[in-house]
């Protein structure tokens, strides 16, 4: 059972150029989510699923697009990379009803923006 | 403006000492409130949690306590082990159809040998 499986692990971009974070889960999961996570910052939101074609926005969503084709996949694209999205991106995922269910999380994605 | 603070930043603790996280709120509309662990390069794992109907919830070493009053809980772990040195966060759900998870900003617990 893999779980939530982010790739890549490590990234380096240069400013402007895009990339796309990829999350995947095996446990049919409604619900998935795309966290950052900064020194002295904990985790904030940055967008999420709750089935497949229904994203919605987390407290940081500018700079970063979501989409929800399949229950399995919810990859994470920064359209023009900024030195501010350095930081340390994961992937969760759930079942519908949060509250009570444990939340999964993938073992993270770090990214430098040069 | 961050809707779960916690405190303190960074601890230390002796080998067999209490570690004490504490975290206050203001949006009465979470309804759930777990706590992670997470050691250096891995993902956040769940450890414990909460609903505000309850007041305490222990498990093993680890003990919630909830002041539904006062908008706070915290996080005990007795008799802390050197395995027990990570980060810790505290956070809290909005209920109903967001589903959003928001985090405190995290601990750094030292338990030193």
Known sequence: NAGVTQTPKFQVLKTGQSMTLQCAQDMNHEYMSWYRQDPGMGLRLIHYSVGAGITDQGEVPNGYNVSRSTTEDFPLRLLSAAPSQTSVYFCASSPLSVGGNTIYF?????LTVV | QQQVKQSP???IVQKGGISIINCAYENTAFDYF?????????????LIAIRPDVSEKKEGRFTISFNKSAKQFSLHIMDS???D??????????GGATNKLIFGTGTLLAVQP
Not at chain 1, 106 to 110: I, T
Not at chain 2, 34 to 46: C, H, I, R, T
Not at chain 2, 85 to 94: H, M, N
């Open chain 2, 85 to 94: 040195s990570a980060t810790y966060f505290c956070a809290a759900l909005e």
């Open chain 2, 81 to 83: 082990q050197p395995g």
């Open chain 1, 106 to 110: 993938g073992e993270g994605s770090w």
């Open chain 2, 9 to 11: 930043q960074s601890l």
């Open chain 2, 34 to 46: 777990p706590w992670y662990q997470q050691f250096p390069g891995k993902g956040p794992a769940l």
